[in-house]
């Protein structure tokens, strides 16, 4: 395991992200909740620059004519074709068989490390 060290935590404000390039990937770190997300800045439909979609949450399981919100600030959008996936895992909102790569955080001493081997 290679800890690649990039960028200083308090470089990503809370509920925000950057974008960073490790041995020729492009990557978004995100932080959530205090906690950092690393997933490949690239869609897995065509190829669009998934860290340049928008930031939101979805709508969960409710009751009819209910709408109950969540997960805020955890899902992206990808900014060709509107494709939705958990920052968190990378998992797409619509099949199981789609997702985007992430990448295993660690955060040591003030500094955000990616390993770029599968989580």
Known sequence: MTVHYVL?????????????????????????????????????????????GLVSGTTLPSDVYEYEYGKMGEIIRCPWHGWEFDIRTGKSLFSEKIWVKTYKVNVQDGKVGVDLERK
């Open 8 to 52: 200083d935590a308090d470089a990503v404000s809370e509920g925000g992200h950057a974008v960073v390039t490790i041995e020729g990937k492009s990557i978004g770190i995100y932080r959530i909740n205090n906690e950092y997300y690393a997933l490949n800045n690239y869609c897995p439909h065509q190829g669009a620059p998934m860290c340049a």
